[in-house]
């Protein structure tokens, strides 16, 4: 340990050397502090994980020629909403043709990539709850590569930027309107922090439904032996005063970024890919799906069109919920979980079998509580094997393997509402 943290340091101090020294021929300055730093963390992974993650495994080659011929996707009305803290964000909505549903649904990715509205996909999740007669919400919060902020945490976003949206959709629909919260990964967490924290009313709530994410956050083996080093801290510490990373090979970068980039690069995971976005990003999180569940062009879509930058500030609190194994403030208090009777809903927590980023603990963990504090609301856990995390949502047979057990859940908790209502006339 003592000599896996000397070794890191000193490389660190070199790359900073040549870094703020640097001038010319940057790449031949960094490669030997870099090289150095990599097979640190190559050999500590491997000892403290005892798994073969590091071997090498070309997927997809490179499709610069690819065919990308963009479905049409329904139209949709742009909200521009500014938050109680004064930061703009956005939130799409589709109405849905034909009868309509009473309740909306309201969608929140996770940290990395939008799961929900695909347009190389023709049955993503905004559709499918389309053709079902959803009105749906897509909420852009202050991480989404459109609205991205430099310095936030994710209390920020649940205690300013979910609000905003919901109040949006109140001042549309009426204060009484209920909504079913579809979330995922970073945005489960969100939500559950905006409830948890007394932000939002579960009054608005019909139904709360998330993938591979809750209130507990359980990572696999090689994500948490990423956090035991302090990555996130060294990586903030080289971007210094601009956190958010470009992450298109053909975006302008500065020479900070240009190092987190490299030690991104270096990280090891369960896949490897061609792409260099694809490559960072998982250097970053972690593999965010298994690449056999994806189609090659949604592959090419994520990688190239859709996210063309990553804010990294709310990593820091991500770390820290990471390391506790539950949501905590950005300070690491545990203000959230102590407050159960703010939750007082019927969930659905959904977990891929086949872990990557996270474990299905996560939704085990969730159940769980939510049957101990909450045994008057309807809860269910599923486990949907071959699945590991993003794909869950974004994967070519979601839409046969995982989404009937999202939209059953909203269904039967809207027969309940009816009937309740109608037993109160
Ligand atoms: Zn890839």
């Known amino acids: 340990m003592l000599y896996i943290g000397a070794n890191l340091t000193k490389a660190l101090n070199s790359t900073k050397e040549g870094f703020f020294s640097c001038t010319i021929n940057r790449n031949n300055r960094y490669r030997e502090p870099l090289r150095v730093l990599a097979e640190e963390i190559k050999s500590w992974a491997k000892q403290k994980t005892g798994q073969g993650i590091l071997t090498p495994q070309l997927l997809h080659s490179d499709s610069s020629s690819f ?3 963009f479905k049409s996707y329904p139209p949709s009305i742009l909200h521009e909403i500014t938050t109680g803290d004064g ?11 034909g009868e309509k549903k009473p309740y909306p649904a309201f969608l929140i990715n996770g940290y990395v990539h939008d799961v929900y509205c ?3 996909e ?4 905004v559709r499918t709850l389309l053709d079902e007669g959803y009105e749906t919400w897509l909420l852009q919060p202050r991480l989404h590569p459109t609205n991205p ?5 994710m209390d920020d976003i649940g205690k300013y930027d979910i609000p905003s949206a919901i109040a949006k959709v109140c001042e549309l629909h009426g204060p009484s309107v209920k909504i079913h919260v579809i979330a ?9 922090m905006a409830l948890m924290g007394g932000h939002i009313s579960p009054v608005n709530i019909a139904s709360l439904s998330c993938t591979n994410s809750s209130m507990y956050f359980k990572l696999t083996k090689l994500n948490l032996v990423k956090l035991t080093l302090p990555l ?5 510490a080289i971007l210094g005063k601009d956190t958010i990373l470009p992450l298109i090979e053909t975006s302008k970068e500065s020479y900070r970024q240009w190092i987190l980039k490299y030690i991104s690069r270096l990280m090891p995971r369960y896949e490897r890919c061609t792409y260099d976005e694809c490559t960072v990003v998982s250097g970053v999180f972690g593999n965010p799906y298994w690449h056999e569940n994806i189609t090659p062009t949604l592959h090419h879509w994520l990688n190239r069109q859709a996210q063309l930058t990553l804010p990294m500030s709310g990593l820091r609190q991500i770390a820290k919920i990471g390391s506790t194994g539950h949501i ?10 102590t407050h159960p009777e703010r939750i007082p809903l019927p969930t659905l927590y959904l977990s891929g079998g086949r872990s990557i980023v996270v474990t299905p603990e996560t939704s085990l963990l969730a159940h769980q509580y939510m049957k101990l504090h909450q045994p008057g609301f309807k809860h269910k856990r599923v486990v949907v094997d071959g699945f590991g995390h993003s794909d869950v949502l974004f994967g070519e047979e979601s839409y046969k393997k995982v989404f009937p057990h999202i939209i059953s859940h909203m269904k039967a908790v809207e027969q309940g509402l009816v009937a309740d209502s109608n037993a109160k006339n």
């Open 67 to 69: 065919n990308m011929s």
């Open 184 to 192: 995922h990964c970073s945005g489960g967490l969100s939500i559950h």
């Open 149 to 153: 902020s430099n310095d936030f945490t």
């Open 232 to 236: 996130i801290h060294i990586s903030m």
């Open 328 to 337: 905590v403030n950005a300070t690491g208090e545990d203000v959230y979980l």
């Open 122 to 125: 023709p049955r993503d999740m």
């Open 118 to 120: 695909l347009p190389t």
């Open 87 to 97: 930061f703009g964000i956005t939130c799409k909505q589709w109405i849905p043709e």
